[in-house]
């Protein structure tokens, strides 16, 4: 451990209120593993973690065992905490309930949240997509976002951490932050995610569960328009007009999202629809599977504040083709195929350009894995440590 860790004890009040999802996704597996990672490199500070629930939820709660670490739960229904109390009034202000005092309060993700002006504060943003992108969100999360009142909370915390340069540009541009406050830190990937020998028990076994087709091109994340999904159905029915690929298949996985309702509709109207599937949520542990078996992996996202699912798939040496917009670029460097994701036409054209290439399909394969290696959770608890150090 750093000396300077040693140097320097802090209590640190943490929000793990995205940790009462019952199905991690997101901001929820940022945050559990930046957590986890913190735990282990750190057993000089001192961790609160804060939750609220009107019915006690601790169970659905990682069980973090350190001896540095505790829970603290306030009992509050969520809509008169959020829109009764927090909103109107700036309270409670939540260090209060911690006995001893509290130097540093970090928020994983923006949230209806109060503290004591003494107290130092950072808040963790992943993507301003609902200020940039609208649109692409239904009218509940747009008025969400709008009472969260973003901007304000970005001039209000004592730093503002930004997932990648490009969403730094974002929170100064569309957020109003403060460039000197605003601190890039880039998010990590677990070491779970690596390419696997063929023959690995485990993954013949969860071929075998999900019934894999031999060739598949894979997609993993929420439906919702943001992902773009409509421009991926249009390729695939593109590349399927060709006979020479009928025996490639599409899988889709991830839990359905707003506005989802137009991509199922879009599948079952085209001449392919055959060949695609859905499969909803998938399980964490049999992700590094799926990409593992799949032929390449495609995500032609509008706009992300970083990708983990690009990230992750590379990890695994799976081919990957990207939308060239956001931090998409940023993240895979010259590892992944980048398209322009309003042209389904380029899509096609990249993924049977990996089908049919195979010395293509290998140097992805080669340079995802390298590029993979540039990001881990332990490296991004260090920067984290360093950031609340400072403050």
Known sequence: MRKSVLAITMNILIDVRPLMDERYSGVAEYTYELLSALFKI????????????????????????????????THYPNKIFNYC?????????????????IDIFFMPHVNFSAWSPSVKSVVAVHDLSFLIYPEVFNWRKNIWHGLLRVRRLMKKTTAVVAVSENTKADIINYGGAATEKVKTILSGLSADFKKLPPEDPALLAVK???????????????????????????????LKKKPR????????????????KA????????ACSSDIEFLDYVDRNDKVYLYNAATLFAYPSLYEGFGH???????????????????????????????????PTALAAAIESIIMDADLAAALSEKGIEQAKRFTWEKTARQYLDLFESL
């Open 42 to 73: 750190d057993s000089s500070n001192q961790y609160f973690l804060y939750y609220n629930s009107a019915r006690d939820l601790l169970g659905r709660l990682p069980n973090f065992t350190q001896a540095n670490v505790s829970y603290i739960r």
């Open 85 to 101: 109390l927090v909103m109107p009034f700036d309270r409670p202000r939540l260090d209060r309930y911690i006995g001893s005092g």
């Open 208 to 238: 075998k569960r999900y019934r894999l087709p031999e060739k598949f091109i894979f997609f993993l994340s929420t439906v919702e328009p943001r992902k773009n999904i409509e421009c991926l159905l249009r390729a695939f029915d593109l």
């Open 245 to 260: 690929n009928e025996n490639i298949k599409l899988l889709i996985a991830g839990g359905r999202g707003w506005k989802s």
């Open 263 to 270: 991509v199922y509709s879009l599948a079952k109207k085209l």
């Open 309 to 343: 699912p690009p990230l992750e798939a590379m990890a695994c040496g799976t081919p990957t083709i990207l939308g060239s917009s956001s931090s998409l670029p940023e993240v895979a460097g010259d590892a992944a195929l980048l398209v322009d994701p309003y042209n």
